[in-house]
């Protein structure tokens, strides 16, 4: 079969150098591999040409056309030619065997998670943070993190691709729709070396974006989610939960301190920033795209 490792960038330039690198060291001679440009306005389009001129396997995507990962991994599909599609993010990096194991899991499987081993970058240097050893769950549905995601191209083309209509979340949509098409979504321990935010104000900013995206997904799949006999939490339950969080500040800032208190705070706030959102738009902007089905 033939393999596709496609990379969507946004502003990568000061990493992407890092993941192709890895990649070339160990991907079979006639795999390719597709850079899917978002609309980056630093030099990452010069980066990877340089690389593109030196390694005719790397070829260079537009996919400024929609904001977003979603857009940018449909638009590496569709220029792929592979058979096996294997997706990764331009500021991390595969570790040593990554591409022989997940093309050989896949081979035997229709899509696959793979691990993560997480770490923070500081002045060159890098600390591990945490491990990924099995698919996270969407109040129970296995999803895979679309930085280390193997999929036959059939499949993924059977599902309609990434929903662009999600800026954020578009691998946990990926993994119901997987889930509710009765495709198993199969686990290698292959390890891809994932970039975490390097500063506490960082990782507020993407866990409020991942909560409120959160809410959104929850809204929009709560009769799916009902039938499995999940309770989906409503507007009033995360003013509440808000609201209780708040009266506990004292022993939270005393126990966990100030930046963990706010942290959970901001979280809380995007939840419920999710919900007005949701019922706000829901009928325009959260509509599913699908990009591949919709091509």
Wanted: net charge negative; with cysteine; glycine share 8%.
């Amino acid at each position: 079969m033939s393999v596709s490792v496609i990379i969507p960038a946004y502003n990568a330039a000061a990493t992407i150098g890092t993941q192709l690198e890895a990649i070339l060291r160990q991907a079979d001679d006639d795999t390719e591999i597709i850079v899917s440009d978002n609309g980056s306005s630093d030099e990452t389009a010069a980066v990877v040409g340089a690389y593109a001129f030196s390694h005719p396997c790397i070829t260079q995507v537009d996919a400024s056309a929609v904001r977003g990962p979603a857009h940018a991994r449909n638009a590496g599909v569709r220029a792929a030619r592979g058979d096996f599609l294997l997706f990764c993010d331009a500021d991390d990096e595969a570790g040593d065997g990554w591409f022989e194991s997940m093309t050989a899991r896949l081979s035997a499987a229709d899509a696959v998670a793979g691990g993560l081993n997480k770490f923070i970058e500081t002045n060159g240097q890098r600390t591990d943070t945490d491990t990924m050893a099995e698919p996270p769950r969407f109040n129970g549905i296995p999803w895979p993190v679309s930085a280390n995601l193997a999929i036959r191209r059939s499949v993924l083309e059977r599902i309609g691709g990434f929903d662009e209509s999600l800026r954020s979340g578009e691998d946990i949509d990926l993994g119901i729709r997987l889930y509710l098409a009765n495709i198993e979504l199969a686990f290698e321990q292959s390890v891809m070396h994932y970039r975490m935010r390097s500063s506490p104000a960082a990782e507020r900013r993407q866990l409020c974006v991942y909560n409120r995206w959160q809410v959104i997904l929850e809204q929009r799949n709560r009769t799916f989610l009902a039938s499995q006999g999940v309770t989906v939490p409503s507007t009033v339950d995360a003013l509440r939960d808000l609201a209780g969080h708040l009266r506990r500040t004292s022993s939270v800032v005393e126990t966990h301190g100030v930046g963990s208190w706010w942290t959970w705070t901001s979280m809380r706030a995007a939840r419920i920033q999710g919900h007005f959102d949701w019922y706000l738009h829901h009928s325009s902007r959260f509509t599913p795209r699908l990009g591949l089905r919709d091509a």
